[in-house]
């Protein structure tokens, strides 16, 4: 077991591993914010849920940022790995030649995610551990609709949110659809699978910034 | 036709090297990329100055003896083919062709345009091979049923002529298709899957211990190498691997 930590392959495993892991989360959270487009009610029955039942906060939010930590430190360290194999770099490289941008940028639109992620993590968990925790305030379990509104309002924060949605479907593109060979599948459901998170790549980001452009251009008048 | 070459000349392995520009008139299209090469080195040395060192040997694409970085691409902008195998009716005249070596730290340049590529030879050692006694105890091969899609599978495998242009083409400078076409060339076969375990786990390790990059599937190995050689088998190898070091 030993090999296993050490070697290149389990490295994948691990990137494939919670990088899929953080594709169920993309389908809970997307599922829980479109909510707030089309019945604000039952987002605010969702969102209180996530926020105090003790399952979601003491085990499966730990649980999510290991995940995310994990991704990304590990694509850190495979990135550096990587430089390290081509010392000296070529004169002339036309990667465009065999494969494409989105495969071998991946770094980039990573980098680009993790951003927005500390972005959104200020916007969102911060706000609401301070709500909770820092000044104690009280159950309120319809504050989050308007809370979530009143974020988008800025421009700013909304185009942020939209251009890290579009990288965000880049990463998958690629990540999501060869997160499988990763794992040692190729076989007749392959084709089938790589349909499936491409679909999935161009449909969960394009929801994600309907979401923050529809609360833009839907402001509450108060 | 008449070719502007932008050549990587390196006196040795630690020597600095740089790009040499050179002008060749009256090249055919007729010609192999090798050929062309020749040429060049025919003037330079009857101008007295040093040749061109580049690696060779069968010249009809099945030893990958020979290398090179054409343009941006290992063996060049054709596809399935290698550079001995690369006609110079692929270019026009008046192109500018740049040719530098392999690039990966695992494939140190020995001179010029030759790099070291006993690494694989090394990955090759650790484990691409059955242990049977092959004296005077010769088993006939029709002994043991394999089924023909197998059969074709390994035997696709067993194509990878180890002359390193997945490693060239990948910007990782990863050698997972090449590790993993020997690994399935023998994963395939009753006679291989007795030594399955080990041969995987040490082929790897050897692999890593090489100093190769890790593989993100952009696919682009798949696309220069020569002979082919499928993504399926780095799957197969991943697949192989994670089930030798469970049962291990």
Known sequence: ?222 | MKLYLKIWRQKDASSPGKIVDYTLDGVEGDMSFLEMLDILNEELVSKGEEPVEFDHDCREGICGTCSLQINGEPHGPDRLVTTCQLHMRKFNDGDTIVIEPFRATAFPVIKDLIVDRSAFERIQQAGGYISVNTSGNTVDANSIPINKHDADEAMDAATCIGCGACVAACKNASAMLFTSAKVSQFALLPQGRVEAVERVQNMVRQMDLEGFGNCTNTGACEVECPKGISLTNIARMNREYLSATLKG
Do not use: C
């Open chain 1, 1 to 222: 077991m030993s090999g296993l930590i050490k070697s290149s392959l389990a490295r994948k495993y691990v990137m494939a591993l919670s990088g899929l892991f953080l594709v169920i989360f993309l389908i809970l959270h997307v599922t829980i914010n479109l909510a707030s487009v089309f019945s604000p009610d039952f987002f605010n029955e969702a969102s209180h849920f996530m926020g105090y039942n003790p399952l979601v906060q003491f085990l499966m939010q730990p649980i999510l940022i290991v995940g995310v930590i994990v991704h990304f430190v590990m694509g850190f360290v495979l990135e550096i790995q990587n430089k390290k194999a081509r010392s000296i770099s070529y004169v002339k490289y036309k990667g465009s030649a065999n494969a494409p941008w989105v495969s071998r940028n991946m770094i980039y639109s990573g980098l680009v995610i993790l951003a927005f992620l500390a972005l959104h993590f200020y916007d969102f968990w911060v706000h609401e551990i301070t709500y909770k925790y820092v000044e104690a305030n009280p159950e309120n379990t319809t504050r989050y609709y308007f809370e979530t509104v009143e974020k988008f309002a800025p421009f700013w924060r909304t185009v942020l949110y939209v251009v890290s949605f579009g990288l965000l479907g880049l990463h998958l593109w690629h990540g999501f659809a060869s997160s499988l060979q990763s794992m040692g599948a190729n076989n007749k459901y392959t084709i089938g699978f790589k349909k499936f998170a491409k679909i999935f790549a161009v449909v969960v980001p394009l929801a994600f910034a309907f979401i923050a452009l529809y609360h833009h251009f839907n402001p509450i008048i108060h």
